[in-house]
């Protein structure tokens, strides 16, 4: 089963015309990681048809309406084909309405509703999905970046009836048989002012032979009526018996106007559904393309690409286009319209690891975008975004908008005026807001008198919030001293090196303290939670992105520091449930693993293994980090270590197959580890090409033995941004023994603010 879906897409890509051997499409498997559930994440991903940070995505429903698991792999039937913006699992949906092809009788109840389906009559692509029911009805999907085209083929002789959900909450829909259309609004969501709605115009290609609306609440059904409003309002169609029917569907946060101006915009010009397959694969080719890998197997590339796939369709855009051809948006944060560009559907803790650096990378037109755009939706909200869905939900911790703003500025994308910034990111430091715990600042006033967030069972997460707070004051100061600012320079300056007031040099470990100064006990660094964030001081430890030199300078030097993290997995993978009282799983991800207290499959310890490079040993880098790619990524249902989160497990995957990773975002510099392919060429968007080649790369040859940049000899264990955007060639000798002589240089290390002694 492993390589099926491989072999199917090549089946697939071989009947259409015009498609050659660079069609990367049929490498990208979109149910990588889809074979969870609560206990356990593989992902949990669900496959998205989508464009590349589209407003929708499209996808197979097997979950209930209002189920956070729209998409199990261990579930066998489908109740609907949804309009999604879902970025985890654990906040659910929104804006979402389905559809649904029925021949013979027509049922509404979702769950009696549910049509059977084997994975082998499933096509899972970025710009096409396909799906043939065990009756016998196949659905296509083909997406725009705010619409999708449609094709469902019925049974010959079995009557063809189509169903549109109105999911959950409100919704509207209003039938136009003479126009074989229907239009609408939903407004189901969590996070967003009170006039949310998200409207939606549906055409088809063949006329109605009879309609009516449903609600989902009892399942009510009024034949002949073309229009109903309240919750769970829905409506149906039937054509001719035997139809292959084409709908053509966009929607708009703005109007129904900008919903028909979008569809005719967007889908227009596609008479054929192929046509707009072949646009969607187009996209997607290119884009894909722009990081090319040589000499990778097929399961290699599957991989690959169905990771650089995830990695690219968050954030969502949230702008439309008007009647001008200029972007303007419906705000999430203010419920007003303004002109502009606006992104949401991201979790910062999570994505300014990875994912935001990687778009520094291949898209910094769209990343210096989003940079106002955060500044914008901090004017409308009062906040800056933590993260958004689409409104601010101050959902996990940290104030990172000022890491995405600050790694903007120092990698040449100056879109934004950094005083607007610093004055924002003051307030956020200073204030707390009124929801979440990255809603402003928790524990502010402890966090600048004390130097840390003292802990209590009011202040869960503590610890965790007091090293990433100095990371985010380290991009404040960053920012301020590149543009001058010493008033802001000087306050973030005092308060990046708060880290060390919780470095017990006892027990080797970021501890938890008390408003007094005195250390929480008992104290067992296996525990999960209490003062820690979804981890324990094994993965907390080293959260200290921007000081590495002074975090090695607390525990005694770099032996002890390098010993340190070779015992991360060398001790047992026990699990202690600590302050969570309960099993949680992102413990058993870490178990099932077996790499001791390493735990891939949760952010805070992504930079763990590239820390070797700041401690003479960049060599041990280059091992774990090729282990960790081998053996805990791939392209199937089971594809990841744990939550996938809106891009970062695949853009850390991403970046490390290139060789190199973003340890501290806010510098222009990655760490280098060990790439996984012979070669890789990054075609930029000033179109350059970076390149990366690999001689004698192989699974055994994974230590670099030397390095040239451009024919020049390269002893760095970084490479620089400005490196990569001008182009050029990283050439690495790889061999099967590390080269225990290169790289340990102190000005061969990566950055750190403490000098090395």
């Not at 035997?242 to 227009?268: H, M, P």
């Not at 990366?692 to 390269?714: D, R």
């Amino acid at each position: 089963m492993k390589h099926l879906f491989v072999s199917l897409a090549l089946v697939m890509v071989a009947m259409l015309p015009g498609f050659g051997q660079d069609n990367l499409v049929q490498y990208v498997n979109t149910r990588q990681g889809t074979n969870s559930k609560y206990e356990f994440s593989y992902g949990n991903t669900y496959p998205a048809t989508a464009l590349p940070f589209g407003m929708n995505t499209w996808t197979p429903q097997t979950g209930k309406n209002g189920d956070g698991w729209k998409y199990q792999y261990f579930v066998h039937t489908i109740r609907g084909f949804q309009q999604s913006h879902q970025c985890s699992s654990w906040v659910n949906d929104y804006a979402v309405f389905s559809l649904f092809p029925e021949a013979g009788e027509l049922v509404v109840d979702e769950d009696k509703r549910a049509a059977s389906f084997r994975h082998e009559q499933e096509v899972a692509q970025p710009g096409y999905y396909k799906v043939v029911f065990d009756n016998g009805i196949k659905t296509e999907i083909s997406p725009t970046e705010r619409g999708a085209h449609l094709r469902f083929t019925y049974p010959k002789g079995k009557k063809s009836i189509l169903i549109l959900d109105g999911y959950t909450k409100m919704s509207q829909v209003k039938i136009d048989p003479s126009a074989q259309k229907i239009t609408g609004y939903v407004n189901n969501c969590r996070w967003a002012p009170q006039n949310f709605r998200n409207y939606f115009e549906i055409t088809f290609n063949k006329p109605f032979k009879s309609y009516g609306t449903w609600e989902n609440r009892h399942n009510t059904i009024h034949a002949d009526s073309v229009a109903a409003e309240g919750e769970g309002a829905g409506a149906y169609i039937e054509f001719a018996a035997g139809q292959q029917v084409e709908a053509k569907v966009a929607s708009s946060y703005i109007s129904s106007e900008q919903a028909a101006l979008t569809l005719q915009r967007e889908l227009g010009g596609y008479t054929k559904f192929e046509d707009t397959h072949r646009a969607a694969d187009k996209i997607w080719n290119t884009l894909l393309g722009r990081m090319k890998i040589e000499g990778a197997t097929e399961e290699g590339k599957a991989t690959f690409y169905s990771c650089l796939y995830h990695a690219n369709l968050f954030s969502h855009q949230f702008f439309e286009y008007g009647k001008d051809g200029q972007p303007y948006y419906y705000s999430p944060y203010d419920g007003k319209v303004h002109n502009g560009y606006m992104y949401t559907d991201n979790g910062f803790w999570d994505t300014f690891r990875g994912q935001f650096p990687l778009n520094t990378i291949l898209h910094p037109a769209m990343q210096g975008h989003y940079v106002q755009a955060l500044l914008d939706a901090q004017l409308q909200c009062g906040w800056l975004p933590a993260w958004s869905f689409p409104g601010e939900t101050g959902g996990m911790l940290g104030n990172h908008a000022i890491s995405l703003l600050t790694d903007a500025w120092v990698k040449g994308i100056r879109t934004f005026d950094p005083q607007q910034a610093l004055k924002a990111y003051l307030h956020e430091a200073t204030n707390k807001g009124p929801w979440g715990s990255a809603n402003g600042r928790p524990g502010w006033k402890e966090y600048y008198q004390l130097g840390y967030v003292p802990y209590s069972q009011q202040t869960l997460g503590a610890s965790s919030w007091t090293l990433e707070f100095a990371y985010d004051d380290f991009c404040g100061y960053q920012l301020a001293k590149a543009t001058g600012q010493p008033f802001y320079e000087q306050i973030f300056s005092r308060q990046m090196y708060n880290y060390k007031n919780l470095y017990d040099t006892a027990t080797g470990f970021m501890r938890a303290k008390d408003e007094e100064g005195k250390w929480i006990t008992p104290f067992d660094p296996l525990d999960w939670g209490g003062p820690y964030t979804e981890g324990n001081a094994w993965h907390w430890t080293w959260s200290v992105f921007h000081d590495v030199q002074g975090l090695i300078n607390l525990m005694g030097g770099e032996t002890n520091f390098t010993a340190k993290i070779d015992s991360v997995f060398s001790v047992p993978g026990t699990i202690k449930v600590g302050g969570y009282g309960q099993v949680i799983h992102e413990m058993t991800e870490m178990a099932a693993f077996k790499m001791g207290q390493y735990a891939q499959g949760n952010e805070p310890i992504h930079h763990l293994v590239y820390l070797y490079n700041y401690a003479g040993q960049p060599w041990k880098a280059q091992w774990h980090v090729r282990q960790i790619m081998q053996n805990m990524y791939n392209a199937t249902e089971n594809g990841y270590p744990g939550d996938e989160d809106q891009g970062q497990m695949s853009s850390w995957y991403v970046l490390s197959a290139a060789g190199f990773y973003s340890v501290c975002p806010g510098t222009d510099q990655y760490v280098i580890g060990s790439p996984l392919f012979p070669k890789m060429t990054i075609t930029l968007e000033n179109g350059k090409q970076f390149v990366v080649e690999a001689e004698h790369n192989s699974p055994e040859n994974v230590y670099i033995q030397s390095a040239t940049l451009n024919g020049q000899p390269y002893t760095f264990n970084w490479i620089s941004h400005a490196d990569i955007i001008k182009g050029g060639v990283l050439h690495l000798v790889m061999g099967p023994k590390p080269a225990l002589q290169r790289g340990g240089a102190p000005e061969d290390r990566p950055f750190s603010l403490t000098a090395i002694n």
